[in-house]
Each structure stands twice: as structure tokens, then as C-alpha cells.
């Protein structure tokens, strides 16, 4: 069945997709480390005004919001902007959301301090576009924080091999489709890995980091594997190879990049 991405976007809930990923300890590593990191990169500097590109529920520009920022969230789906003022609300923090779209941001030039996109680039139809619009919104000094999750990581690639020579000599492993398959599940516009998202943001920015978060998330059998060792073995180890994947981001389950506008970009101050 055809679908079309746009009008997708629109209605997107993550209950869709949830019940494929599993509940296992390398998912709550990975995205406790994926929240806080990307928090800390985009929070450098005073506080100010920072735009959160498809929020989803809003996480982290409502903790942002504790320490001083100015949140805005946008995203195209209503469904996630309900839950995102509803979490705003019960944290006890005012945030700012707006529905729209990555690619025709609704907003004048220049009028954010730092801008999170967080897994969600692989969602939007126009990536040149979001880009474009990306550098437009931030002053001349902001930072975009992009991250990705990685299709060029050691454990996707690892898993498409394993379940490559699976399914060649035992046919019930093809009727199970997995996150990290190849191509990537229909609510998904592109594969991105390192080397395709710097690209994409290179016309437009300037890189200040570029960091990995966690290794093997999503490995078959890799969390069932940990849900067995003890609690201070497990996080030694989670711990270890989430270093390793911030030196080598190419093989990281996440890439986090930096960026800051080439050009001056519209008007230092906001009304």
C-alpha cells in the first residue's frame, strides 16, 4: 500500500510503532543517555529561546524549561501536541506549541537561540528544505542539535546480516519485519546514517560536535541477553559501550551532530 508521508505526518502517534520495541534494559539506557545528552548540547551557553522541531511530547524543551529556556515545540500531529500539553502541565512548566511542519517553519528569521531535531529527520518529505528552514530560524550564533538514529550502526548492520542468513534457511523468521529491516518501516522517508545527514546539513551549517550514543540497541537477543545479568554488571556495561559509541559515532545506535548557521541568518532579536 502507497502511503503518503505528508498527510502521515499529520496523525502520527508513537502507540503506533511502540509495541515494536521492546521493553528491554538497552531501551531505557539508550534513551535516558539520548534525552540527557541531547539536553546538555542544546542548552550551551544562556538561556534563551530554543524550538523543538517535531516534538513529539515534548520532553525536552519541557526540561529545558526548567532551566531557564523559553520552549516552543512544533510538530504536524495533534495527537502529540495533546499529550505534549499535557505533560508540559502536570511537570508545571509553560511551554509554547505550535502545529506545523519541519519544512515550512512558522516562524521569522532568526528568532531562536538553539534548535532540537531529534529522530525525527527520517519522518519529513523536503529534508533540503527542513535544513534550509533550520538555518533561517536560528540567530546568527545559535546551534542545531540533530540526531539521528543510525542505520549504519554496528548493530543495524549486524542484525541485517544475521537475519539475512536466518531467513535464507528458515522461512518463519520472514514473516517478522523488525525496526532496523531494510527498507526502513512506511512512516520512514529515507535510511540516515553519518555520512548522508552531514551532507544534508552541510550547505546550510557549520559542525561543533558530532558525538554517538549506545552500542548493539536492538541486536537480536542482545537486551533479553542483559535482562539477565546483575544491575551493576548491566549499567558497567551499557555504560562502557555508550563511550565507545561517543568516540565512534559512525558505529553508534544514535548520532548527535552540532551545528551552528554558516551565514547570519534574518534578525538578532525577536518580537
Known amino acids: ?41 542544546a542548552s550551551a551557553g544562556q538561556p534563551g529561546r530554543v524550538l523543538d522541531v517535531a516534538c513529539g511530547n515534548a520532553r525536552d524543551i519541557t526540561s529545558l524549561s526548567d532551566l531557564g529556556w523559553e520552549g516552543w515545540g512544533l510538530d504536524a500531529s495533534p495527537l502529540q501536541l495533546r499529550d505534549a ?3 508540559a502541565e502536570e511537570a508545571g512548566q509553560r511551554i509554547n506549541l505550535v502545529r506545523g511542519v519541519a519544512e515550512w517553519l512558522p516562524f521569522k528569521p532568526g528568532v531562536f537561540d538553539s534548535l532540537i531535531c531529534k529522530s525525527a529527520l527520517d519522518h519529513f518529505v523536503d529534508h533540503d528544505g527542513a535544513m534550509r528552514g533550520f538555518a533561517r530560524v536560528l540567530r546568527p550564533k545559535g546551534r542545531a542539535v540533530v540526531s539521528i538514529n543510525n542505520y549504519g550502526s554496528l548493530g543495524t548492520r549486524s542484525s ?47 559542525e561543533i560536535d558530532c558525538y554517538g550514543v549506545s552500542l548493539l540497541w536492538g541486536f537480536p537477543g542482545w537486551g533479553r ?17 555508550s563511550k565507545l559509541a561517543r568516540r565512534l559515532p559512525r558505529l553508534a545506535d544514535v548520532v548527535v551532530l552540532v551545528w551552528q548557521p554558516k551565514e547570519p541568518q534574518g534578525q538578532h532579536s525577536a518580537d
Open 85 to 87: 500539553r499535557k505533560a
Open 225 to 241: 541477553f542483559l535482562s539477565f545479568l546483575p544491575g551493576g554488571i548491566r549499567d558497567l556495561v551499557l555504560r562502557a559501550l
Open 160 to 206: 541485517r546480516m544475521l537475519y539475512r542468513l536466518l531467513r535464507a534457511v528458515w522461512p518463519p523468521a520472514r514473516s517478522k519485519r523488525f525496526l532496523w529491516d531494510s527498507p526502513v518501516p512506511f512512516q520512514h522517508t529515507r535510511e540516515f546514517a553519518l555520512d548522508n545527514t552531514r551532507a544534508l546539513g552541510k550547505p546550510y551549517f557549520s
Open 1 to 41: 500500500m502507497e502511503i503518503d508521508a505528508k498527510a502521515y505526518q499529520t496523525h502520527w502517534h508513537p502507540e503506533e510503532i511502540c509495541h515494536d520495541i521492546a521493553a528491554t534494559p538497552d531501551t531505557s539506557f539508550i534513551f535516558r543517555a539520548w534525552d540527557y545528552l541531547v539536553g546538555v548540547s
